[in-house]
Nanobody, 124 residues
Framework: QVQLVESGGGLVQAGGSLRLSCAAS????????MGWFRQARGKEREFVAA???????YYPDSVKGRFTISRDNAKNTVYLQMNNLKPEDTAVFYC??????????????????WGQGTQVTVSS
């Protein structure tokens, strides 16, 4: 069973940057596909980024060009670099993982395991 621990959240001014990290344990990380989701207060959880086992990446239009997902298989870690942050990016960010299989990577139901979340607050 994969365990996920996020870190790197915090308070940042609009236009600033943060890098989130998600450390995985308990599995062969290179066999897993990873994603980031976020949930703002009063809203549903939404897809932010995903990286396949192959290294292919996926983003919604709302973050494309500002956020970058990457992975370091040697460190069992996935990262989310967030630049040009906006107040509307304020949310709890969650890391998610799934064992490799064919299919989409953009839905909550696509994933097998979740981290506890890390708060990102962007002030205007």
């Amino acid at each position: 069973q994969v365990q996920l621990v996020e870190s790197g959240g915090g308070l940042v001014q609009a236009g600033g940057s943060l890098r989130l990290s998600c450390a995985a344990s308990g599995v062969t990380f290179s066999n897993y596909e990873m994603g980031w989701f976020r949930q703002a207060r009063g809203k549903e959880r939404e897809f932010v980024a995903a990286i396949a086992r192959s290294g292919s990446t996926y983003y919604p239009d709302s973050v494309k060009g500002r956020f970058t997902i990457s992975r370091d298989n040697a460190k069992n870690t996935v990262y989310l670099q967030m630049n040009n942050l906006k107040p509307e990016d304020t949310a709890v960010f969650y890391c998610a993982a799934r064992a490799y299989r064919l299919g989409l990577l953009i839905r909550e139901a696509d994933y097998d395991a979740w981290g506890q979340g890390t708060q990102v607050t962007v002030s205007s």
